[in-house]
């Protein structure tokens, strides 16, 4: 999981801090029985902090890859000060019993290897009578450099290993952890990767900022989590300014700081959702009406190369799709298959996805998105009864999504190349909005069944454009959706802030010859020339193939159509579950899935169980969505805004039976 050190560490971090830090001990033992403080763990260790937090911790305590290739070369090393030999990732044998030591490393190193390095157990550099033990230690060392540790067996023993134990000291010794966001969770575990727990109940006065950071977080309110990167940026005190432990403190308090952002945000939406305290339904329903105008920003930089708000340390450059999709809420719930599978999807395929996520269509032409998907060999395919597909992944610059047409009556298909994702400026400008505390704008629509409706996008101003479909059930209204955004950083993920809005992310051309211009609207290649109102390129075979003209024409506004976004992968399932002759019962039960747009008895039973008062069209609307997102954050620490069966009993739901 881990990248190599120089895509890990802020730039002020140099060569001689890492040196620095790998042989700094303070990690006072526990007082038994004096901490009374105490966080349930409720969940795997990689559900309890955020991606960020885990690079930041492992940039300190390893360097990274390169860095323990090119610096430490695999081996076994004496950090100086009152560090023991260290193996792997900062596993110092000095502090360590041999019960823990084979423990953590048999059949991961050969035998012959851990009996050399079983004499160093226990042994470390502190006093008394130093002198002598460094020159033993540098002697050891000297003796141990054939031995070699691979970097994928560290990093391995150290998520295994290491990450686990120092999660649950921290989960014993600190109360009201599961407050916290994920990043400043992942700051107070950075604290005690180097510091130990027992500094928190400590009277000498190197610890005093320990000491007041488990009163507050045995206080539990905001306010209190508030003092906490003061409290972090003070520790310096102890090291002097230009000290490692200096550095680490002030960016542990910064990554403490993005999480109060982000979780202050996120409360907006939790707030307005919250389970009911009391038996019965709450006073809260489902609400699908459309709202009059988007609460997004919109202006001039949509269509034009100008406007770019950069953030410190953010730029387009920057910019990724998420490597893991594990991380990415689109695709976290999903089976795995191989990179760039083709598959041939018909329209068998589009018609099981919509049983499967329990969707109910408007009658006539339904439009398929598909994010993460290309057709094989050509930009588009029409009036066909097949088309091959291959899975690939948004990267926010280039067209990697299909957007298509299905006949629902003779089974023909019509598919383009497009995007269904934001352009990377809208990430960059997103986060920098945050940051100034502004209105929102750059986001990504989730996956699911929603109402389009053509009218002019972006009326009365110079980039109007006649004839899109407007995300709304109206050709001049937006409709409330519960949009992704990122907020600290510009690549999207399941700890990211999910906001309640009506963000208009229409259906229209993408305008550019290279890439396309989107704030999260879904876009193709193709424009619009205002004089004449024509339509031009992908995007206007796509209006065709929904029946109406290059050229727009009045009586096209007020058509409506059901619009179903899901990924490539998804689609590429359903494919793979057709071929391969499973019944219907089966593949239900493979891919059965509730989200926006989903409607149904199973709804209707998932909207009564979040203390939701019953709605009658049984339909998931900003509402029920944002109600399934706050419990996720709430049991899981993350959300993906999906409900599948594998994850219904871990949030205390019994909704598919």
Same mark, same amino acid.
């Given at each position: 999981m881990a990248q190599s050190y120089s895509e890990l560490l802020p730039d002020d971090v140099s060569l001689s801090d890492l040196d620095e830090m790998r042989g700094y001990r303070e990690g006072l033992p526990a007082q038994q029985g004096a901490v009374t403080e105490s966080t349930p763990l409720t969940a795997a260790w990689p559900d309890l902090i955020s991606v960020r937090a885990y690079n930041f911790i492992v940039g300190w305590e390893t360097g990274g890859k390169a860095y323990y290739e090119q610096v430490i070369k695999s081996r076994p090393v004496w950090p100086e000060f009152f560090s023991g030999i260290t193996i792997g990732c900062g596993y110092d044998l000095g502090y360590h019993t041999d019960d823990q030591f084979e423990a953590d490393w048999q059949g991961r190193i050969a035998k012959a290897a851990i009996d050399r390095l079983r004499p160093t157990i226990g042994f470390n550099t502190s006093e008394p009578n130093r002198a002598a033990k460094v020159a033993k230690a540098k002697a050891l060392v000297a003796s141990l450099r054939d031995i070699t540790v691979p970097w994928d067996v560290a990093i391995k023993q150290f998520d295994e290993g290491k990450m686990p134990k120092l999660i649950g000291d921290l989960y014993r010794t600190l109360d009201n952890l599961d407050r916290l966001h994920p990043h400043a969770r992942g700051a107070l575990l950075s604290l005690v990767f180097n510091r130990g727990t027992g500094g928190f109940t400590s009277s000498k006065d190197r610890f005093r900022e320990l000491v007041v950071i488990r009163a507050l977080m045995a206080g539990g309110r905001r306010q209190d989590f508030a003092d906490i990167p003061k409290l972090l940026r003070a520790m310096t005190r102890v090291w002097g300014n230009e000290s490692s432990l200096a550095k680490r403190r002030r960016q542990e308090a910064d990554l403490f700081e993005a999480g109060l952002a982000e979780a202050g945000l996120t409360e907006s939406l939790v707030e307005k959702t919250e389970l009911a305290q009391t038996e019965g339904p709450v006073a809260r329903s489902e609400d699908h009406a459309d709202v009059a105008d988007s609460t997004d920003i919109t202006d001039e930089s949509e269509d034009k190369n100008t406007g770019l708000l950069e953030a410190p340390g953010i730029s387009i450059d920057t910019v990724r799709w998420n490597a893991s999709d594990d991380e990415q809420p689109d695709y976290r719930h999903l089976p795995k298959l191989g990179s760039g599978v083709e598959f041939d999807l018909v329209a068998d395929d589009i018609e099981a996805l919509t049983r499967f996520n329990a969707f109910s269509p408007l009658p006539g032409l339904f439009v398929f998105a598909l994010r993460g998907a290309r057709i094989v060999g050509a930009d588009k395919r029409e009036g066909v009864m097949s088309i091959t597909l291959a899975d690939q992944r948004p990267d926010h610059r280039d067209f990697r999504c299909v957007i298509g047409v299905l006949d629902r009556g003779t089974g023909k298909m019509w598919a383009y190349k497009a995007s269904t994702v934001p352009e990377a400026k809208a990430l960059v400008t997103c986060v920098r909005l945050a940051q100034q505390g502004a209105e929102l704008s750059g986001n990504i629509l989730p996956t699911g069944l929603y109402t389009y409706t053509v009218g002019t996008h972006r009326a009365n101003t110079s980039g109007e454009i006649r004839g899109v479909l407007r995300l709304s059930k109206t050709p001049s209204g937006a409709s409330r959706v519960v949009a992704l955004r990122s907020l600290n950083d510009v690549v999207y993920d399941r700890r990211d802030f999910w906001h309640d809005c009506a963000p208009a992310d229409n259906i229209h051309p993408g305008r550019r010859r290279q890439g396309?211009?989107?704030?999260?609207?879904?876009?193709?290649?193709?424009?619009?020339?205002?004089?004449?109102?024509?339509?031009?390129?992908?995007?206007?075979?796509?209006?065709?193939?929904?029946?109406?003209?290059?050229?727009?024409?009045?009586?096209?506004?007020?058509?409506?159509?059901?619009?179903?976004?899901? $990924?490539?992968?998804?689609?590429?399932?359903?494919?793979?579950?057709?071929?391969?002759? *499973?019944?219907?019962? *089966?593949?239900? $039960?493979?891919?059965?899935?509730?989200?926006?747009?989903?409607?149904?008895?199973?709804?209707?039973?998932?909207?009564? *169980?979040?203390?939701?008062?019953?709605?009658?069209?049984?339909?998931?609307?900003?509402?029920?969505?944002?109600?399934?997102?706050?419990?996720? *954050?709430?049991?899981?620490?993350?959300?993906?805004?999906?409900?599948?069966?594998e994850i219904e009993a871990e949030l205390g739901l019994s909704v598919f039976g």
């Amino acid at each position: 999981m881990a990248q190599s050190y120089s895509e890990l560490l802020p730039d002020d971090v140099s060569l001689s801090d890492l040196d620095e830090m790998r042989g700094y001990r303070e990690g006072l033992p526990a007082q038994q029985g004096a901490v009374t403080e105490s966080t349930p763990l409720t969940a795997a260790w990689p559900d309890l902090i955020s991606v960020r937090a885990y690079n930041f911790i492992v940039g300190w305590e390893t360097g990274g890859k390169a860095y323990y290739e090119q610096v430490i070369k695999s081996r076994p090393v004496w950090p100086e000060f009152f560090s023991g030999i260290t193996i792997g990732c900062g596993y110092d044998l000095g502090y360590h019993t041999d019960d823990q030591f084979e423990a953590d490393w048999q059949g991961r190193i050969a035998k012959a290897a851990i009996d050399r390095l079983r004499p160093t157990i226990g042994f470390n550099t502190s006093e008394p009578n130093r002198a002598a033990k460094v020159a033993k230690a540098k002697a050891l060392v000297a003796s141990l450099r054939d031995i070699t540790v691979p970097w994928d067996v560290a990093i391995k023993q150290f998520d295994e290993g290491k990450m686990p134990k120092l999660i649950g000291d921290l989960y014993r010794t600190l109360d009201n952890l599961d407050r916290l966001h994920p990043h400043a969770r992942g700051a107070l575990l950075s604290l005690v990767f180097n510091r130990g727990t027992g500094g928190f109940t400590s009277s000498k006065d190197r610890f005093r900022e320990l000491v007041v950071i488990r009163a507050l977080m045995a206080g539990g309110r905001r306010q209190d989590f508030a003092d906490i990167p003061k409290l972090l940026r003070a520790m310096t005190r102890v090291w002097g300014n230009e000290s490692s432990l200096a550095k680490r403190r002030r960016q542990e308090a910064d990554l403490f700081e993005a999480g109060l952002a982000e979780a202050g945000l996120t409360e907006s939406l939790v707030e307005k959702t919250e389970l009911a305290q009391t038996e019965g339904p709450v006073a809260r329903s489902e609400d699908h009406a459309d709202v009059a105008d988007s609460t997004d920003i919109t202006d001039e930089s949509e269509d034009k190369n100008t406007g770019l708000l950069e953030a410190p340390g953010i730029s387009i450059d920057t910019v990724r799709w998420n490597a893991s999709d594990d991380e990415q809420p689109d695709y976290r719930h999903l089976p795995k298959l191989g990179s760039g599978v083709e598959f041939d999807l018909v329209a068998d395929d589009i018609e099981a996805l919509t049983r499967f996520n329990a969707f109910s269509p408007l009658p006539g032409l339904f439009v398929f998105a598909l994010r993460g998907a290309r057709i094989v060999g050509a930009d588009k395919r029409e009036g066909v009864m097949s088309i091959t597909l291959a899975d690939q992944r948004p990267d926010h610059r280039d067209f990697r999504c299909v957007i298509g047409v299905l006949d629902r009556g003779t089974g023909k298909m019509w598919a383009y190349k497009a995007s269904t994702v934001p352009e990377a400026k809208a990430l960059v400008t997103c986060v920098r909005l945050a940051q100034q505390g502004a209105e929102l704008s750059g986001n990504i629509l989730p996956t699911g069944l929603y109402t389009y409706t053509v009218g002019t996008h972006r009326a009365n101003t110079s980039g109007e454009i006649r004839g899109v479909l407007r995300l709304s059930k109206t050709p001049s209204g937006a409709s409330r959706v519960v949009a992704l955004r990122s907020l600290n950083d510009v690549v999207y993920d399941r700890r990211d802030f999910w906001h309640d809005c009506a963000p208009a992310d229409n259906i229209h051309p993408g305008r550019r010859r290279q890439g396309f211009s989107s704030l999260g609207c879904l876009t193709l290649p193709g424009d619009y020339e205002m004089a004449q109102r024509k339509h031009t390129g992908l995007w206007a075979d796509f209006r065709m193939a929904l029946g109406m003209g290059v050229v727009f024409a009045p009586s096209d506004d007020g058509r409506q159509f059901s619009v179903m976004v899901v $990924t490539g992968l998804d689609a590429a399932l359903a494919s793979r579950l057709r071929q391969s002759g *499973q019944n219907r019962t *089966q593949a239900q $039960t493979a891919l059965m899935r509730l989200r926006y747009g989903s409607k149904g008895s199973a709804v209707a039973r998932m909207q009564e *169980q979040l203390g939701l008062e019953p709605d009658k069209s049984q339909l998931i609307g900003p509402i029920t969505l944002g109600a399934l997102i706050a419990l996720q *954050q709430r049991k899981l620490g993350w959300a993906d805004g999906i409900l599948s069966p594998e994850i219904e009993a871990e949030l205390g739901l019994s909704v598919f039976g």
